[in-house]
């Protein structure tokens, strides 16, 4: 900054009204309603924000402070803010040429502070499609304050420049609507969150320790070296334990914008770090946390997103599975999976005959994608296909509906005509449908055919037929999941969600007799096909917990010594719940990316391109954390 | 939990009005005061808290939750929870003669769950000192949830109980009634911040990465190994740079409640991670800044602390080195330095005269040490001279006034007459007081006197001769600091504050020329003896911002690359400030340590002695980030 401007900065010289009014003008705020009157330019330079001028400041003198955004004629520069833009007129006068040709010819986004006063625009000149359109600016005093170099992309067409460039210059990329728009709404929404759990309801605000020991299995946690030698901290991947420990400390209603960490892969749409509403209550049951949490969201729901409607439908996890092959079913569509077993069985199509008789757990499932065949091309279809390969090593039978109920497809000869008649009547086929058959052990085959739904709306939708409107919030509750499931190698059991999760209290025998049939409760709040948030009564006697642990699930209990014993301390019954709030936001903000309702997000490859983070670092700066990079022999 | 008390619990047999109130109630918090008037009973098991229970409540049937905290003549039990404790009555008919049993002879801290009536308690009986005494509950129902153990310390007293056990047994320390406090305060201050900034004056609050790019001399950062081999994430001490990055993307009002991270020595009461109040403003000047913060302060300033005057008094940096010999003076209690530099001059004290003849930059301070003779035994005055040794390499000269204006002391009787009269005038020195008296390098002898200053304050108060008021909170801003200062090594110099704070506008010119006399537009917030607060107005020159990383600092201006060019790219002016806001908690919750209003804090050696972290990891766990631990003889 040059001297002079300094001067005027620091003089008042360029200072509006704002100082003198802030004092009256945060009462004032306080007494009004808040979300509506905030006063953003209170301890500024500018006196208003360029968005909020209108015909009703016509007269006044005001000081503003932005971005040049456009110039047009050495006569009008368009000012930005993060409120708006407004127009300004340059004095045409000789006096002021200096000024003029300062104004008309700085590179764009170049900031400047301007005096001026508020005028009417000409009649016939005033601009509809500009909230400020009716009033403009006449400059009286300009102040460059930072002439801008030529920028690699502009802050108006950034959604069409590249994911890297627009990562390596996030500051610029802050600057367009919709990063302004996702950031600011992001805030909006944890505040109200914050407004209902502390204000309404007791909650308390807690930090939760983020340097703390590895856990279990803690496969995916980052390691951090500590400067004792052959000891690390671990950056957990939520506070799952600590939340735990504050309700036997008697914080009984706890919450917290939490940061966790999983060193995971980013492909799918998932950051290093991330953020989670992270809840946990005393004396409370299942239904006590569901109702918590939907009144929480109802209350900090964005306005203009329509009206959420309590409570959220619930389902069990074996109808999900059973229904969309999905325990995160996007039920803003049909399509739903069909058991066609019995149909099948005796259908002439031997495969599926064979299958069936080979082994009762053998299912034969069915989704009809209504009027999808004009639409599948062969690339399609191969896709469909490539995944049912990759995920039950054989393929799809798809069978396209003819006029008159006649079918085509690999498998169409083969079918009987009773079986035909029935397959049309149970999937209410018609000429233009296509149905999707798969064969096999019962969860994988809904599985498949879950994804296939998913992928066959999205080939659809790219198409243009329209199936999942994204003005729609389709909330669900989805419960009663299994305890334990089978590790993937066969070895034994694991934990479906963790292993803190309290079996359903119908279910307690089961956990020392037959395992694997325990229900859970747990409970996942489903949006549009997301998991959102995902929590669970816990398990509050010792005793049960130990049994888990090392009889169950195998582990050693040596190193939660520590929640063993404070179960045993008093522990009350708790459960609670964790809302991924990125997700969310990405969701309520329509964004393809959570990437785009956070600040500064890491690359697909898990890179900040900006500073360049993660980086090489030397022997000597890793030489106080007693280790060293492996070489390349070790 | 019992498969019994499980069904209870589930069924909704304990279940009080709770839950049926809610939806109404929540409604009805919204429109009340929201402090005030807090459901927090709401989606629970209870009815109503232990602690809210009074004669308006007689007759009404209740569910409480809670934990036993004594028995008495098998007749009473006091039930606590986290909001208070009442009195419970139990049957005594036959009937009931198990749940009596059980309730009465249950360990304490055991978890139950009761539902009884309210009752006032006879005439007589009412306990004044309890804010439930009024009434009691005769139990009618109860489950017993948790049976506690014997636990390792005792609830009520835990402040006896070493640190060290405290922090193992954390869940158990929380219960008390002062970490409760401090938490719970924590909490609401935060909140009030947050309805302040958000709501009142439109800042956005935006989560930045932890996961970091090493920043030039972040020798005290922690680093995150990623799985790319030799590549490294660093922990950051700040989010400076992704604040100034927010500015220039035009997020224009920035905070954050921002956890940050130092691996640092923690006997000075600091922990490796900690929370930060973190600001940052586009078209600001300093003032407006302190004034933001001055009424952020006030607004979420608790109830009962006393209102806070504004503005918060100023002092230059100069000043405060002169007067109180430290940047963050107490001024709560005088005992000022005083130069007595001309009255030692020709005072017969050779080793005073010799100094300040050999440099003209010696001086020559003195405080005195209000009646502080009866109060200071040869220990303490060994231990000031401790310090003058370890800061200066040399003691302290010490007079004792004795009646009629006579000093004792190892100078006393070297000292001339007219000298001794001239220091006793210019300290206000009587009978009783201490004279301390250094001389050497202005600064450091400054900064040694500030520090005796605070040891004789701490001694002082030690004997029972109060000079700080703990009800008083003295607020101070501390500016005009100098921009640089030298190296300790000498070889240049190094920034006071951090590379990026802008120089005072006056000095601009005297960066290119007298680097060393440049002052800076740092600002300190200081609560009694304790910096709370720092923050600057920052460059927005890229061209001064790497004058100043290249030329004066010698740093390599690569690394900072991204900002150097943030800075070219349209820049607004604009700086922030950071809250301690650990620090300022154990202000206002009068605790004697940070770690005291923090929930699970790391103890001073920086272990967490619950879980054991920081741990041992095994090769294997440390394959996938390719570091091992050095061996011995690397």
């Known amino acids: 900054?040059?001297?002079?401007?300094?001067?005027?900065?620091?003089?008042?010289?360029?200072?509006?009204?704002?100082?003198?009014?802030?004092?009256?003008?945060?009462?004032?705020?306080?007494?009004?309603?808040?979300?509506?009157?905030?006063?953003?330019?209170?301890?500024?330079?500018?006196?208003?924000t360029c968005g909020e001028l209108r015909a009703v400041h016509a007269g006044e003198d005001v000081t503003l402070c932005g971005w040049v955004q456009f110039q047009r004629k050495q006569l009008f520069v368009t000012l930005r803010d993060s409120y708006g833009v407004i127009q300004l007129v340059l004095p045409q006068d000789k006096k002021h040429a200096d000024m003029k040709q300062t104004l008309a010819h700085l590179p764009p986004e170049s900031v400047v502070c301007v005096q001026g006063i508020v005028q009417l625009r000409p009649i016939g000149e005033a601009n509809k499609a500009m909230s400020t359109g009716d009033v403009e600016v006449a400059v009286s005093k300009v102040e460059m304050v930072n002439k801008s170099k030529?920028?690699?992309?502009?802050?108006?067409?950034?959604?069409?420049?590249?994911?890297?460039?627009?990562?390596?210059?996030?500051?610029?990329?802050?600057?367009?609507?919709?990063?302004?728009?996702?950031?600011?709404?992001?805030?909006?929404?944890?505040?109200?969150?914050?407004?209902?759990?502390?204000?309404?309801?007791?909650?308390?605000?807690?930090?939760?320790?983020?340097?703390?020991?590895?856990?279990?299995?803690?496969?995916?946690?980052?390691?951090?070296?500590?400067?004792?030698?052959?000891?690390?901290?671990?950056?957990?991947?939520?506070?799952?334990?600590?939340?735990?420990?504050?309700?036997?400390?008697?914080?009984d209603r706890y919450f917290q914008i939490a940061k966790c960490y999983r060193d995971e892969d980013l492909r799918q749409d998932r950051q290093p770090e991330f953020t989670q509403v992270d809840i946990e209550m005393s004396f409370v049951d299942q239904r006590g946390v569901e109702q918590?949490?939907?009144?929480?969201?109802?209350?900090?729901?964005?306005?203009?997103?329509?009206?959420?409607?309590?409570?959220?439908?619930?389902?069990?996890?074996?109808?999900?599975?059973?229904?969309?092959?999905?325990?995160?079913?996007?039920?803003?569509?049909?399509?739903?999976?069909?058991?066609?077993?019995?149909?099948?069985?005796?259908?002439?199509?031997?495969?599926?005959?064979?299958?069936?008789?080979?082994?009762?757990?053998?299912?034969?499932q069915a989704i009809n994608a209504k009027q999808a065949a004009p639409h599948m091309k062969n690339k399609d279809i191969e896709k469909l296909q490539d995944l049912a390969k990759q995920m039950m090593s054989k393929g799809l039978s798809i069978l396209q509906i003819l006029p008159g109920g006649e079918m085509k497809g690999a498998m169409a000869k083969h079918i009987s005509s009773p079986c035909r008649n029935a397959l049309l009547q149970e999937l209410q086929a018609e000429e233009g449908d296509m149905l999707l058959l798969a064969g096999g052990e019962h969860l994988k085959t809904c599985e498949l055919l879950g994804r296939i739904r998913v992928e066959c709306a999205d080939i659809l939708e790219t198409q243009g037929v329209q199936l999942r409107d994204p003005d729609v919030f389709n909330f669900l509750w989805i419960t009663d999941f299994p305890l334990f499931v089978p590790?993937?190698?066969?070895?034994?059991?694991?934990?479906?969600?963790?292993?803190?999760?309290?079996?359903?209290?119908?279910?307690?025998?089961?956990?020392?007799?037959?395992?694997?049939?325990?229900?859970?409760?747990?409970?996942?709040?489903?949006?549009?096909?997301?998991?959102?948030?995902?929590?669970?009564?816990?398990?509050?006697?010792?005793?049960?917990?130990?049994?888990?642990?090392?009889?169950?699930?195998?582990?050693?209990?040596?190193?939660?010594?520590?929640?063993?014993?404070?179960?045993?301390?008093?522990?009350?019954?708790?459960?609670?719940?964790?809302?991924?709030?990125?997700?969310?936001?990405?969701?309520?903000?329509?964004?393809?990316?959570?990437?785009?309702?956070?600040?500064?997000?890491?690359?697909?490859?898990?890179?900040?391109?900006?500073?360049?983070?993660?980086?090489?670092?030397?022997?000597?700066e890793l030489q106080p954390f007693h280790v060293r990079v492996q070489s390349e022999s070790s």
């Open 1 to 48: 900054m040059s001297r002079f401007v300094a001067r005027c900065l620091l003089s008042g010289l360029l200072r509006g009204p704002a100082h003198p009014q802030t004092q009256p003008a945060r009462f004032l705020s306080l007494a009004r309603p808040v979300l509506s009157f905030k006063d953003v330019s209170s301890y500024s330079l500018r006196s208003h």
């Open 292 to 364: 918590l949490i939907e009144e929480l969201l109802q209350h900090a729901w964005p306005d203009g997103k329509g009206a959420l409607t309590l409570p959220f439908p619930r389902m069990q996890y074996k109808d999900a599975m059973k229904k969309y092959g999905s325990d995160k079913p996007d039920t803003r569509f049909g399509m739903k999976l069909n058991d066609v077993s019995d149909i099948m069985r005796s259908s002439g199509v031997t495969v599926f005959e064979r299958l069936l008789k080979d082994n009762s757990g053998n299912t034969i």
């Open 487 to 620: 590790k993937e190698d066969g070895s034994g059991l694991e934990s479906a969600h963790h292993p803190f999760t309290a079996p359903h209290p119908d279910d307690l025998d089961l956990v020392y007799s037959h395992p694997h049939k325990v229900r859970s409760q747990h409970y996942d709040l489903v949006l549009n096909g997301n998991e959102i948030a995902g929590g669970s009564i816990r398990i509050h006697d010792a005793e049960v917990q130990r049994y888990i642990l090392e009889e169950v699930l195998k582990e050693d209990a040596a190193v939660l010594h520590h929640l063993l014993e404070a179960l045993q301390s008093g522990c009350p019954p708790h459960g609670g719940i964790a809302i991924g709030l990125d997700r969310l936001m990405a969701i309520l903000c329509k964004a393809d990316s959570i990437r785009d309702v956070i600040a500064f997000p890491k690359s697909h490859a898990g890179y900040d391109p900006m500073s360049g983070a993660p980086s090489q670092l030397t022997d000597a």
């Open 150 to 251: 030529s920028l690699p992309f502009q802050i108006r067409d950034f959604f069409q420049v590249n994911e890297h460039l627009r990562l390596k210059h996030r500051y610029l990329d802050l600057r367009g609507s919709q990063l302004q728009h996702n950031l600011r709404l992001r805030s909006q929404v944890i505040m109200k969150m914050r407004e209902f759990l502390i204000n309404v309801h007791g909650f308390v605000d807690v930090e939760t320790p983020t340097l703390f020991r590895r856990t279990p299995g803690g496969a995916r946690e980052f390691v951090v070296p500590s400067r004792e030698k052959g000891k690390f901290f671990c950056l957990p991947q939520s506070p799952q334990q600590f939340k735990q420990l504050l309700m036997v400390g008697g914080v």
